[in-house]
């Protein structure tokens, strides 16, 4: 059971525009702590893929954006491509567990 | 090419002792906290540990606390998690990762080494 709630999956066709969600609670997101995401393509490490909550390191597609709202954080990927088919983990700071993260949510793009 | 390499992995009983390495090149670890992550086989990504650049803050997850000790060697630009007592649920693939300055994101990870517990 992680800290942070994720849908186990999601899909999406080609071009679609594909949500996650990422919940929390009130000693982490909505402890006004910013939510980080990840892109985990299979056999590979996490990569960063968003920081404080819309923030792309340098390299990612601005098809990626991140929102937070209270206690519940999203990452969007507009224009799906196949290459976006990964694991995707949202993490956060807790008060009492420090870094936290979400179980993580199984991107398929049909 | 900015890399961070882990070697320490392997079978061990349990109860035994591994001790991870985590080497960097075409980066210095000097200036930065690191992590170490880990993802258990088919299941999601844990934070273990972290260290200061100056090693004098560190912190542990509740699990691993008192049976894993990070350390770090700024001189040779190398991570290293020590882990005792190792339990079966501790099997996981250890990533050491390099922490986004002033932040609580990992922005540099390593490949991975695996550890399994029997």
């Known amino acids: 059971q992680s800290v942070l709630t994720q849908p186990p999956s999601v899909s999406g066709a080609p071009g679609q525009r594909v949500t996650i969600s990422c919940t929390g609670s009130s000693s982490n997101l909505g402890a006004g702590y910013d939510v980080h995401w990840y892109q985990q393509l299979p056999g590979t490490a996490p990569k960063l893929l968003i920081y404080d909550t819309n923030n792309r390191p340098s390299g990612v597609p601005d098809r990626f954006s991140g929102s937070k709202s209270g206690t519940s954080a999203s990452l969007a990927i507009t224009g799906l491509q196949a290459e976006d088919e990964a694991d995707y983990y949202c993490q956060s700071y807790d008060n009492t567990l420090r870094r936290v993260f979400g179980g993580g949510t199984k991107l398929t793009v049909l | 090419e900015v890399q961070l390499v882990e070697s320490g992995g392997g079978l061990v009983n349990r109860g035994g002792s591994l001790r991870l390495s985590c080497a960097a090149s075409?980066?210095?670890?000097?200036?930065?906290?690191m992590s170490w992550v880990r993802q258990t086989p088919g299941k999601g990504l844990e934070w273990v540990s972290s260290?200061?650049?100056?090693?004098?803050?560190?912190f542990y997850a509740d699990p691993v606390k008192g049976r894993f000790a990070i350390s770090r060697d700024n001189a040779n630009n190398s991570l290293y998690l020590q882990m005792n007592s190792l339990r079966v649920e501790d099997t996981a693939v250890y990533y050491c990762?390099?922490?986004?300055?002033?932040?609580?994101?990992?922005?540099?990870w390593g490949q991975g080494t695996m550890v399994t517990v029997s």
């Open positions: 990762a390099r922490d986004l300055p002033e932040n609580e994101a990992f922005d540099i």
């Open positions: 260290i200061s650049s100056s090693s004098s803050s560190i």
């Open positions: 075409g980066l210095t670890l000097s200036s930065y906290r």
